[in-house]
């Protein structure tokens, strides 16, 4: 059911490092802008550059892997005007993070976003969860699938699908955002029924922080001799992401919703195309 609404614009972006920080300067001006992230020190450092920038910000601690938490930053951005754009950049990497707290937050914490947002909705807001093309190297059978985009919940964490990944961080990344695009794609239609918008953007290796660590793991090497080798010869940057994330939630996407934006440069098509093989 949609419902009217006229109040304030208000946007939303979790997780306050590189692509969120660049998300939230190009979309939050002239709104209000809540910003969201685990690490109270980091989400104080990000508010503060923004509010000396003129942006009119509000910092909100959250826990996305907490779903009472998420419902909380609902609560709080539903108050404050007219929900226009939700961006959730937040999220670890298998570099810096363990199996399970890569599926507690990048997997769970993404379809407590969806759940908890869609009833805050009103015609015209968009959903753009930041996945990864690491959900395009995935190899899940049909049934798999399904249950990733299906399935309650509460029961995420408990599907057969997760039960081989033990301590493998790279698997368990692999598999979360893939659960990350067809969780997407399922709950479009009932995005679609409030007026509203929901997809995902898969970044390659964009300059944070975050790829930084990656970059100095075992994997690093080998990540940027793939960007060599596919072409574009650099890492994306958070402007770049920050602009895909804004052609999705204006005016120009409006017949977009429930699919991903690949934004890597290349890497993915020449994986599938041009990798050599043995």
């Known amino acids: 059911m949609q419902r009217s609404d006229s109040r304030e614009e208000v946007v939303v972006v979790t997780g306050a490092g590189g692509m969120g920080e660049a998300v939230a300067r190009r979309l939050g001006s002239g709104r209000k802008l809540l910003i969201a992230d685990y690490s109270e020190a980091q989400l104080t450092r990000v508010a503060e550059a923004l509010t000396a920038a003129g942006y ?57 976003m969806i759940d908890c947002f869609q009833p805050v909705t009103s015609p015209g807001t968009s959903l753009v969860c930041v996945s990864s093309m690491a959900g395009h190297y995935a190899s899940l059978s049909r049934q798999d699938e399904l249950a990733l985009a299906t399935a309650p919940t509460e029961e995420l964490l408990d599907l057969d699908v997760l039960s081989g990944v033990g301590e493998d961080a790279m698997t368990a990344y692999i ?102 093989t043995d």
């Open 175 to 276: 598999i979360a955002k893939r659960a990350n695009h067809v969780r997407v794609q399922a709950a479009a239609l009932a995005w679609n029924r409030c007026g509203a918008r929901v997809n995902t953007v898969s970044p390659g290796v964009i300059a944070t922080p975050m790829s930084e660590a990656e970059g100095e793991s075992a994997s690093g090497g080998h990540m940027m001799a793939m960007l060599e080798a596919c072409g574009i010869g650099r890492k994306g940057t958070p402007g770049e992401i920050a602009e895909a994330v804004a052609f999705l939630v204006g005016p120009e996407a409006r017949f977009i919703t429930g699919t991903d934006l690949l934004v890597d440069g290349g890497q993915a098509a020449w994986i599938r195309w041009h990798r050599p």
């Open 56 to 112: 009119s910000v509000e910092a909100v601690p959250t826990d996305v892997s907490d779903r009472s938490s998420v419902e909380a930053l609902a609560r709080v951005a539903d108050a404050r005007g007219r929900i226009a754009a939700v961006v959730h950049t937040a999220g670890v990497s298998a570099a810096t993070s363990t199996a399970r707290k890569i599926l507690e937050i990048d997997l769970l914490g993404t379809a407590h």
